[in-house]
């Protein structure tokens, strides 16, 4: 029945039309992903309306594929100048960034490209064998568990990143505790505004993301001068682009490990491409043999993180379907079409349309193969921006980051917020604090809280003896052992080399 | 200088969380407060661990070498005044934007950055015309937002 389901899907890709109207949404999500401000809420928003004209059967993967290839745009910016598009990308700073850096922003292209477009492919093949049990395996998952699933994911970003473990620890709580600004969803009560009316919807994502990142690394490039990237030159970059491609295929195991990463964290409800990827980034780290060059511009901190991206998006779509619970808000939209067309995501769907089920999943991997292939081919282009001299880059990108956060929600207040997280930002960076462990605590921090809440409203204290709970936990103390006795260890090893 | 500067910023820290959990003491509900609260403590005991390792005297083994940093002393001086001049220019621009509005501010930041940094005239007003082009044809024709106008303007009543 499986097969079948899929070969019908594949035959629905024989429409010209609707691969044109994929293509131009490829085309809308890759422009949406490189703008910051605009991420693929404001994209599937603006061609709504679009959309809600054409027939279904085309206004639907035009969106799904809209939002799906948002976050390849996104990569690229995130590579280039340390802006993130969204949420999504903020793993890829760690390693993506400092690429450039040292002049191979081509490679770094072609690996994130690469390694996120066959992560959307091997997430069909994980729904084609997750799809009889999906439904059982998200429902045994309890509120408490994702709580602690997710601390997970921030104790792993805190403790093994380079730098500082104390510090790391402090960014981590900082950010969990950033996302606590603002009205709590389950009582309505405002907390820590001190009387701001600008604070009452919670610190918002984009000026605190373009703050903490986009705003130091300008003010370092104009400061030093120069260029992004320290050396290299422009004619390595087509070269540099095939490097990163092949990159993926020497790492293999990697790409592979972080797509399943990818793809388990999508289907996990609520916990978004942000989680996969910072998730899928520090078992890279884990289980690497040279960790310590994570953090210093290497490939692998490339690799997994886009190994992840897409992939959690073909999983997050498996629970839509499979359960009729929408992961993000775009998840939500794409929720809402189906509903438009006359279906109802939920156990029935895996059962009755598993074709179209297919069909949705397949759009996703084809899309992303489009929008991965047409930004490989503009990759040595955009790997330019790296030798862009820094007192013209400087005005541009700051002009850009600026009309960006205004443009997010039209407020003055954003503008100003994003000067108040730069200044943060750069005493962060310049005093070796752990950024991505702040962001990442900020975004899965309201989802922490709601969890841990719900879980103890329904479980009370017994929800510490759950299975998932219990290895979480046992998970976090064994990283902080472990990140404790690796420091002590390099203490020593340095104190000893430098007697000898 | 560096570890002066990371003294600061811990005091910082600890100051803000004090201020947080004192704020979220007052609360009465239990739900809204508790895990901010656990959290704020968090970062508190942990800031102050970092204090106390920052500015505790560190037990001193080996040999004092003694060397010439005035070079060092000198770069660090060079890059402060850099970072400062970046942070003024990123602080004039936004100020820019509060008076003048979007349009005028980002038109005035981007010639008059790359006009004092060394770039041409002609190159300049390339420059200024692209990136006015950009943010007002994506964010004001495309997307349809209103710019903002800028407080003199709003005042003038533009």
């Avoid at chain 1, 019908?8 to 109207?21: I, R, T």
């Avoid at chain 1, 997280?421 to 921090?445: C, D, E, K, S, W």
Wanted: charged content about 10%.
């Amino acid at each position: 029945m499986i097969i079948e389901a899929f070969a019908k899907a594949l035959q629905s890709f024989a429409d010209p039309w609707m691969l044109l109207f994929m293509c131009l949404g490829v085309i809308m999500g890759l422009i949406v992903g490189i703008l910051p401000g605009i991420g693929p809420i404001q994209g599937l928003a603006l061609f709504l309306p679009f959309a809600f004209v054409l027939p279904a059967n085309y206004a639907l993967p035009f969106m799904i594929v809209l939002e799906a290839v948002s976050a390849t745009g996104g990569s690229v910016t995130t590579v280039l100048l340390n802006v993130p598009g969204d949420s999504v990308n903020a793993a890829l700073l760690m390693d993506g960034f400092p690429m450039t850096q040292k002049g191979e922003a081509g490679r770094a292209l072609g690996a994130a490209l690469t390694s996120s477009g066959a992560g959307g492919i091997i997430s069909i093949f994980m729904a084609l064998a997750l799809v009889p049990v999906i439904i059982d395996v998200v429902l045994a998952i309890q509120s408490a568990d994702l709580a602690f699933i997710l601390l997970v994911g921030i104790a792993f970003i805190a403790v093994l990143s380079r730098g500082s473990m104390l510090k790391g620890l402090i960014s981590g709580a900082l950010g969990l505790l950033f996302s606590g600004v603002g009205l709590q969803s389950m009582t309505g009560l405002p907390r820590l505004t001190f009387g701001s009316d600008y604070l009452f919807n919670g610190i918002p994502l984009l000026p605190l993301a373009v703050g903490l990142f986009a705003i130091p690394e300008m003010i370092s490039l104009a400061a030093e001068g120069g260029t992004i990237a320290k050396t290299g030159g422009v004619i390595k970059s087509v070269e540099n682009v095939a490097e990163g491609v092949k990159d993926v295929f020497r790492h293999w195991g990697l790409w592979l490990q972080s797509s399943v990463i990818g793809f388990i964290v999508g289907i996990l409800p609520g916990i978004g491409g942000g989680g996969a990827t910072f998730t899928a980034y520090a078992q890279a780290k884990a289980t690497s043999k040279n960790p310590e060059k994570f953090g210093t511009g290497c490939v692998e901190g490339v690799i997994a993180p886009q190994g992840a991206c897409n992939s959690e998006i073909g999983g997050a779509l498996l629970t839509t379907l499979a359960v009729g619970v929408p992961g993000n808000a775009s998840q939500a939209i794409t929720l809402g079409a189906l509903i438009m067309l006359g279906l109802v995501p939920g156990p029935a769907m895996l059962s009755e349309h598993l074709d179209l089920s297919f069909t949705l999943l397949l759009i996703i991997v084809v899309g992303n193969l489009i929008g991965s292939a047409l930004c490989l081919f503009a990759a040595p282009y955009f790997a330019r921006v790296a030798f862009i001299p820094s007192r013209i880059l400087f005005p541009l990108v700051m002009a850009v980051a600026f009309v960006s956060v205004f443009a997010y929600q039209g407020m003055l207040d954003d503008v100003v917020a994003t000067l108040a997280f730069g200044v943060m930002g750069l005493a962060t960076r310049n005093l070796g604090y752990n950024r991505p462990a702040l962001f990442l605590g900020y975004i899965l921090g309201g989802l922490f809280e709601q969890y841990l809440l719900l879980g103890i409203g329904t479980s009370g204290p017994r929800l510490f003896l759950r299975p998932i709970v219990v290895t979480s936990i046992l998970i976090i103390i064994a990283v902080l052992i472990s990140g404790t006795l690796k420091r002590m260890f390099q203490h020593r090893s340095r104190k000893g080399s430098d007697q000898a | 200088m560096k570890m002066r500067a990371d003294t600061f910023f811990i005091m910082a820290i600890m100051g803000t969380m004090l201020v947080a959990i004192w704020d979220l003491l007052r609360m009465e509900q239990v739900y809204a407060k508790l895990v901010p609260l656990i959290l704020s403590s968090v970062v508190f005991v942990l800031a102050a661990v970092a204090l106390a390792k920052s500015v505790l005297p560190k037990s001193r083994t080996g040999t004092v070498v003694f060397r010439d940093d005035t070079d060092e002393r000198e770069e660090a001086r060079s890059s402060l005044r850099g970072y400062m001049a970046a942070g003024l220019w990123t602080i004039g621009f936004v100020l820019g934007i509060y008076l003048l509005g979007l349009t005028v501010a980002i038109g005035l930041f981007v010639f008059s950055y790359t006009k004092s940094h060394g770039t041409g005239w002609l190159m300049s007003a390339i420059l200024t015309v692209f990136t006015l082009g950009f943010a007002y044809g994506i964010f004001g024709l495309a997307l349809g937002m209103g710019l903002y106008k800028g407080l003199l303007f709003i005042w003038l009543g533009y």
